[in-house]
């Protein structure tokens, strides 16, 4: 046995001493970090009526109040360039690129750094509100101004900026999708999902499920199972609206999403991880990987 005595013994007092300039440091790298989020707000002269009209159109002004299931092709071929030459789809993507770029130049990892992360579901969780403040605030003006069905509106096309745009605007710079304007639009996306508002289940957007799809898209892009089983539970709503309604039309395109939507939680419950991000975003990919990579589904990434 050891003998501890008075000249030996480390006090709680020495071991204080001992961790105060390392929480100094880490103090100093976070309180900044804290204060400049906690100030962020959204820029009243980009995120207006116009925009979210803007954005809202350049998304759904090819469906009918009632699409048909050519509708419902042609938007896979607008939206996911399924079938679509390069110069249609690079047209899209310019589109896109004009009516979006301004607002989320304005909201990027320069203008609103995120918080650092390890990766994890629970940590996800933790930044998710701190993260959401800024838009959730905004959410709440226009709520105000124009009521539930604009603010449902509004909410959407935020959404779509969020989760949508990123990825035909910033092709050549995925890493910026996955570590920033996909942790924004889930933070979002699980305000919105905890407001008793619940903005997307308001008629228009019950009514009409490749709208109410949309709305849940940052579920199937995340890489955390629990996101992807959520997903799960919105989806069988959505479809039993859809039965109930008799859209035949309807059924199908959600059916087909369904399938495609399973295909990413599979790949999530196998790896944990979409492995085609991994070379983007740094990651070390596993022998299981690398041969899945030869012949798997990347969803185009």
């Known amino acids: 046995m050891i003998e501890t005595t008075t000249a030996n013994r480390v006090t709680t007092s020495d071991r204080l001493k001992l961790l105060s300039p390392l929480l100094l440091v880490v103090l100093a790298l976070l309180v900044p ?3 400049e989020m906690s100030r962020f707000s959204l820029s009243p002269a980009v995120f207006t009526p116009r925009l979210y009209q803007n954005v809202f159109s350049t998304w759904f002004s090819h469906l009918p109040a009632a699409p048909s299931p050519a509708d419902y092709q042609a938007s896979m071929k607008k939206w996911y360039a399924v079938g679509a030459t390069p110069e249609e789809k690079a047209s899209f993507d310019e589109l896109c690129r004009s009516t979006s770029f301004s607002a989320l ?8 750094a995120l918080p650092q992360t390890d990766a994890s579901y629970k940590d996800e969780l933790k930044h998710a509100g701190s993260i959401s403040r800024p838009f959730a605030e905004h959410l709440k003006q226009v709520l105000e101004r124009e009521g539930s069905e604009g603010a449902s509106r509004s909410a959407l096309s935020m959404v779509l900026l969020l989760d949508q745009m990123p990825r035909n605007i910033f092709r050549a710079n995925q890493t910026l999708i996955y570590s920033h304007y996909d942790r924004i639009s889930r933070s ?3 305000h919105l999902l905890a407001s008793p508002e619940r ?3 308001q008629s228009w957007v019950r009514e009409s499920p490749i709208h109410r799809w949309f709305f849940y898209m940052p579920l199937i892009h995340s890489e955390h199972l629990e996101d992807h089983l959520l997903w799960d539970i919105l989806a069988a709503e959505m479809r039993q609206t859809v039965v109930q309604k008799g859209d035949k039309a309807a059924i199908d395109f959600l059916d ?15 790896f944990g991880r979409y492995p085609y991000r991994n070379k983007v975003m740094g990651r070390d990919t596993t022998k299981a990987e690398e041969e899945w990579l030869v012949d798997g589904e990347t969803f185009g990434a």
């Open 33 to 35: 970090l804290y204060v």
């Open 188 to 190: 979002f996306l699980r």
């Open 199 to 201: 903005v997307d289940r």
């Open 256 to 270: 087909r999403g369904i399938v495609i939507a399973k295909q990413h939680k599979d790949i999530i419950e196998r």
């Open 105 to 112: 130049e304005s909201i990027d990892s320069v203008q609103y």
